[in-house]
């Protein structure tokens, strides 16, 4: 079956420690997205991809990096400049320039230690 | 920016009740998605919305686009225990293309047997 997957579901980071969340789609989407969802807040983005080795920053990049090397994958790096990271991350994928809709892993939740 | 107030924040009802929805735009709604999340989880793509005064239906949810185009709201019918779950709105940016969707906080609904 088609879909995107994350890993790992939870993860901890230290401080001053970089950590990298994993995303992969087998839909042959074009555009990736990384959102980033707090308690009681909306989806907000970090970064979108619509085509390899091209990326756009969204709302709230810093403190996060991204590649897309090749076209099913597209990992999150949170850096040690992110000062408040504990969220639950999500990865989405959709067909480019169009009104389909993006559709959604299942999520990372990071925790600091 | 666009911004999508969804209210009301959370809603409890007895099973078999229905309930209503809402998504009002500070802007122009060129396609409105609605999507369900169970906690801890990601995204469930349920309808998506583009012309004023469409109206989408999937087993017991309606979704309604007002003639405006500035406010959605999505109906339950009957509701059931597996209808709980965080209902969110997404709306496009940049004129109905599919990326940098603005979302809204979140409607939490609990459905009580």
């Known amino acids: 079956d088609g879909g995107i997957t994350q890993s790992p579901k939870y993860l901890f980071r230290k401080e001053g420690q970089n950590v990298t969340l994993s995303c992969e789609q087998n839909l042959n989407h074009d555009a990736m997205y990384w959102y980033r969802q707090d308690p009681g807040q909306g989806l907000r983005l970090i970064y979108y991809s619509q085509i390899v080795n091209d990326f756009q920053k969204g709302d709230i990049a810093e403190g996060y990096s991204v590649s897309r090397e090749k076209k099913e994958s597209f990992p999150l790096t949170v850096t040690s400049a992110q000062k408040n990271p504990t969220a639950f991350y999500l990865c989405?994928?959709?067909?480019?320039?169009?009104?389909?809709?993006?559709?959604f892993g299942d999520g990372t939740r990071l925790s600091i230690l | 920016s666009q911004e999508l107030e969804q209210s009301p924040q959370s809603l409890i009802v007895q099973e078999g009740k229905n309930l209503t929805i809402n998504c009002t735009s500070s802007?122009?709604?060129?396609?409105l998605y609605w999507y369900k999340q169970k906690y801890g989880e990601g995204l469930i793509f349920l309808m998506m919305l583009q012309k004023g005064g469409e109206e989408k239906s999937h087993e017991k949810i309606t979704a309604k686009l007002d003639e405006k185009k500035q406010q959605s709201s999505l109906h339950i019918t009957a509701s059931q225990p597996s209808h709980a779950g965080i209902y969110l709105c997404?709306?496009?940016?940049?004129?109905?293309?599919?990326?940098?969707?603005?979302f809204g906080k979140g409607t939490l609904l609990t459905v009580n047997p």
């Open positions: 989405a994928s959709s067909i480019k320039g169009t009104i389909q809709p993006q559709h």
């Open positions: 802007k122009t709604l060129y396609g």
């Open positions: 997404g709306a496009s940016n940049s004129g109905g293309s599919n990326y940098k969707l603005t």
